[in-house]
């Protein structure tokens, strides 16, 4: 086969891949972007754009295409008390959000990184990597029943948390923080709605370490699911089915949502593994950079997973495309310094409160935290840094 040549190589055209492609053409590089599926298509996810989101994705040039989704200003947040949450004024972003279907969102982004001059190829599969040494150099790929060889200075590998292309190279994952998520998107006669809801959840009378979320979707539509960490003991015998009814069921009649055997029949009712807080380490290898949930970036204080991912695709075409022009293709290692610069820390500190999570009496001690206004307010500031302390809440 005659090989296909580009400076940078996407595998993976969701968020952490399309931007990445995007970023690196903007950039100067000749990209080649391949996905295994035909755009539009959709992916089970909460779909919640955060202000951080917002802010990448308008450095695109799509700031203005964004305001077709639902846009959302507060959160609410139910243990057994209830409050609100609006998100804080800073310069540098917006203080607001969106609800955006992945289906959209994901066409919208790809589309982006095309008319950037990226060349995308769609219904085609990874198959193997190609090394030379220690070497990441490209990749072979399946459209149809024909393999294709591509070759790059650089591969970023952003196919998601079941990352065939980190499989293949035997790297592991740190799998200490993961989340199963199960959602649903369906019609509701709610009021139409510009807050984001998030409840705690208890499984026959143990409190977990998730969450329950509504979020509006605007035109009679809503997103709704809930999402819990393996790393509770008793996370083996949860039925995330049964959870996610269990939980439907506790929300207002009025809205009349369909029952939970009909989502599953239509097949909207869909699950989906979300790593977090750093799951591969390093995240590169000699030619080789990892982005998005592969390499599991998902912020763990709220499992926002679109907002990092695109922040670590744009960092991955930022440092793969200077690579080529200074250390090479084998020293990537400025990729690892600079997302352990950003998010290390707090990543640390989420994964450790984390791990305690997984006793049920340390969840019950947290959700009393969480009812105490002073703790709420420590909390917001831990989750949000300096803009935390003058974030607008109110007990509702």
Not at 49 to 72: C, N, W, Y
Not at 105 to 121: F, N, Y
């Amino acid at each position: 086969m005659t090989p296909q040549y580009s400076d940078v190589l996407v595998v993976g055209g969701g968020p952490a891949g399309a931007t990445a492609a995007w970023r690196a053409a903007a950039l100067g590089a000749s990209v080649c972007c391949l996905d295994k599926a035909q755009f539009p298509r959709d992916k089970p996810c909460g779909d919640g754009l955060t202000p951080h989101a917002i802010q990448l994705i308008s450095t695109m040039g799509l700031e203005d295409d964004l305001k077709k989704f639902h846009r959302v200003d507060r959160i609410k947040i139910v243990t057994k008390a209830a409050w609100d949450v609006r998100w804080p004024e800073r310069v540098e972003k917006p203080n607001y959000g969106y609800v955006a279907r992945r289906l959209d969102l994901d066409e919208m982004l790809l589309q982006c990184a095309a008319s950037t001059g990226v060349r995308v190829e769609q219904n085609t599969e990874f198959v193997s990597p190609i090394t030379e040494g220690n070497q990441v150099v490209g990749v072979i790929a399946r459209h149809g029943d024909k393999e294709q060889e591509y070759r790059a200075k650089v591969v970023i590998g952003a196919d998601g948390a079941h990352s065939r292309v980190k499989r293949s190279l035997g790297i592991a994952s740190d799998s200490g923080l993961v989340v199963i998520a199960i959602r649903a998107e369906m019609s509701t006669e709610a009021k139409e709605s510009t807050t984001l809801e998030a409840h705690l959840l208890e499984y026959y009378g143990d409190h977990i370490p998730g969450y329950g979320w509504v979020f509006p979707m605007g035109g009679g539509r809503v997103n709704i699911g809930v999402g819990y960490l393996t790393n509770y003991r008793g996370s083996r015998g949860i039925n995330a089915r049964e959870l996610f009814d269990k939980f439907k069921c506790q929300l207002p009649a009025d809205w009349k949502l369909p029952d939970t055997e009909q989502l599953l029949r239509s097949k909207a009712l869909q699950a989906w593994r979300l790593p977090m807080a750093f799951t591969t380490r390093p995240p590169w290898r000699p030619g080789l950079l990892l982005a998005g949930d592969a390499a599991g970036v998902a912020k763990p204080a709220s499992g926002a997973g679109i907002s990092r991912s695109i922040a670590s695709g744009m960092l991955a075409a930022e440092v793969a495309v200077d690579a080529l022009d200074t250390t090479g293709p084998t020293d990537l290692s400025r990729y690892d310094k600079v997302l352990r610069q950003r998010w290390g820390r707090s990543y640390g500190f989420f994964r450790e409160v984390l791990r305690l999570g997984g006793n049920p009496r340390m969840i019950g001690l947290g959700l009393r935290t969480c009812d105490n206004a002073f703790m709420r307010q420590v909390l917001l500031r831990g989750c949000y840094g300096r803009a935390g302390a003058t974030m607008d809440y109110r007990d509702v």
